[in-house]
C-alpha cells in the first residue's frame, strides 16, 4: 500500500465513524420513549398474550388451557357479537365525523367573522371532555324522563318517546351519537387546519376553469386532504374499536348483549366471572384486528397518496 492510499483510508475512516454517530443520534432522542412504550405496551401486551393460554380467575392457581380461551370465543355469540358491535361503531366514531367535519371545515374556512375562534372552541369542545363526564350527561339527556323526550313531547311527539338506553333497537344508536359527538370536533380541527395548508393558487386556477364550489371542494379541498383525512380515519378507528367508557357508563352493554363491546366484555369477564385468561384472549383478538385494520387504512392512504 502505498503512501497515498494510507492517507485515503485514514480521511475516509474518521468520515464513515462521525455519519455512525450521526445515525445514533435519533436513536438516542428516541430511546427513553421507546423503554417507556416497551415497558408499558408491550410487556403489558406479551404479559396478557401469554395469560391468555392459561385458565385463571386472577386469584388462585392456573391451569394450562392453550386455545381452549380463544375457541371459547369464536363459540361464544355474545362475544362475537361484541366484536360486531366494535367495528359498527367505526360508522358513528370515524365513517360520519369525517364527513361532518370535512363539511363544517369548508363552510367555516372562509368565512370572515371574528367570532370564528369561538365557534371552533365550541366544536372542538366534546374532544377534551372526560369521556365518562360525556357519557354521564348523555345517559341523563336519553333518560325516559330526559329532556330528549320532553322534546318529542313538547313538539307533539309523544308517540316516539321511549326509554331510549334501555331500548334493544335504538340503544346502539344512542351510543354511536355520542361517539360522533366526540369525534366530530377532532375531525373538524385537523380538516380546518389542513385547509388552510392548502395553496390559494389552485382555488383560483379552479375559478379560471370556471370551476364551481362543488367542483372546488371535490377537486381541490378533498385532494388536499389526504394525510388530514389519514390521521383523522386512524385516530377514529383505533377510538371505535377500542370503546368502553361511554359505552359501560351509559348502558354497561345492555339491554342484554345490544351493546356490548369488547371492552365492557374484557370488564365482565376479569371482574364479574372471574375469567382472566379469556379476557386476555379477547384483547388480544381485539388488538390484532386493530392493527389488521390500521395496516390496510394505511396501505390504502399509502396507495392513494
Not at 266 to 276: K, P, Q, S
Request: charged share 15%; aromatic share 12%.
Amino acid at each position: 500500500m502505498t503512501v497515498r492510499d494510507r492517507t485515503v483510508v485514514a480521511s475516509a475512516t474518521p468520515v464513515r465513524t462521525r455519519r455512525s454517530r450521526a445515525r445514533l443520534v435519533p436513536l438516542l432522542y428516541t430511546a427513553p420513549a421507546l423503554l417507556f412504550y416497551a415497558a408499558f405496551v408491550i410487556a403489558p401486551w406479551l404479559h396478557s398474550l401469554w395469560i391468555s393460554f392459561w385458565d385463571w380467575n386472577g386469584i388462585g392457581v392456573a391451569t394450562w388451557a392453550g386455545l381452549d380461551n380463544y375457541r371459547e370465543i369464536l363459540a361464544d355469540p355474545a362475544l362475537r357479537l361484541s366484536l360486531v358491535h366494535a367495528f359498527g361503531l367505526i360508522l358513528f366514531y370515524s365513517v360520519i365525523p369525517i364527513c361532518f367535519g370535512l363539511v363544517l371545515a369548508a363552510l367555516v374556512a372562509n368565512v370572515p367573522w371574528k367570532g370564528m375562534p369561538f365557534v371552533r372552541t365550541v366544536i372542538f369542545l366534546p374532544q377534551i371532555l372526560p369521556l365518562v363526564a360525556v357519557g354521564s350527561v348523555w345517559k341523563l339527556f336519553f333518560d325516559d324522563d330526559g329532556p330528549f323526550n320532553a322534546l318529542l313531547r313538547t313538539v307533539g311527539l309523544s308517540g316516539f318517546t321511549r326509554a331510549w338506553l334501555g331500548d334493544f333497537t335504538w340503544a346502539y344508536p344512542a351510543v354511536g351519537v355520542v361517539g360522533t359527538w366526540v369525534s366530530t370536533g377532532l375531525c373538524f380541527l385537523l380538516l380546518y387546519s389542513g385547509i388552510g395548508k392548502i395553496d390559494p393558487a389552485l382555488y383560483e386556477a379552479a375559478r379560471l376553469d370556471g370551476a364551481r364550489a362543488i367542483h372546488e371542494f371535490w377537486h381541490v379541498t378533498v385532494p388536499g386532504l389526504r394525510r388530514e383525512l389519514s390521521v383523522a380515519a386512524t385516530v377514529t378507528v383505533i377510538a371505535a374499536l377500542a370503546s368502553f367508557d361511554v359505552v359501560y357508563v351509559m348502558t354497561g352493554g345492555g339491554p342484554g348483549e345490544s351493546t356490548m363491546v369488547p371492552g365492557v366484555a374484557i370488564y365482565r369477564l376479569t371482574f364479574t366471572a372471574g375469567e382472566v385468561g379469556t379476557a386476555c384472549a379477547l384483547a388480544v383478538v381485539l388488538s390484532l384486528l386493530t392493527c389488521a385494520v390500521m395496516f390496510a387504512l394505511n396501505r390504502l392512504t399509502r396507495e392513494k397518496t
